[in-house]
């Protein structure tokens, strides 16, 4: 049983950064591929950026680029999503998800976190 838990959410003003982590309890191996998904209220789950654990390639939705980054710890077994210049449309629940390959739509992943809500508002 694999399980994922994000942590790091929160309240931040528009411009502000925040950290998320994803912790899992099984050992994720180089063929993983981990991503971030974000879901707003009355909106469909969106990709946000994913990392292959093995060879630590990155790929991010366009409205993130430049401003979020992606990373892995295969030490702590955990990934992290650094959100830098914070926007309003950032703000939704965040989850990460592990699947076997890469992919943007959700059903590409077969585990998920219960997500970490991130709020931007002054």
């Known amino acids: 049983q694999v399980e994922l838990v994000e942590s790091g959410g929160g309240l931040v003003q528009p411009g502000g950064s925040l950290r998320l982590s994803c912790d899992s309890s099984?050992?994720?191996?180089?063929?993983?591929?981990i991503s971030w998904f974000r879901q707003a209220p009355g909106k469909e789950r969106e990709f946000v950026a994913a990392?292959?654990?093995?060879?630590?390639?990155?790929y991010y939705t366009d409205s993130v680029k430049g401003r979020f980054t992606i990373s892995r710890d295969k030490a702590q077994n955990t990934a992290f999503l650094q959100m830098n210049t914070l926007k309003p449309e950032d703000a939704g629940l965040y989850f990460c998800?592990?699947?076997?390959?890469?992919?943007?739509?959700?059903?590409?992943?077969?585990?998920w976190g219960q997500g970490t809500q991130v709020t931007v508002s002054s």
């Open positions: 990392i292959r654990w093995g060879t630590g390639a990155t």
């Open positions: 099984a050992r994720t191996y180089s063929s993983h591929v």
């Open positions: 998800a592990r699947g076997n390959s890469y992919g943007t739509t959700p059903s590409t992943y077969l585990h």
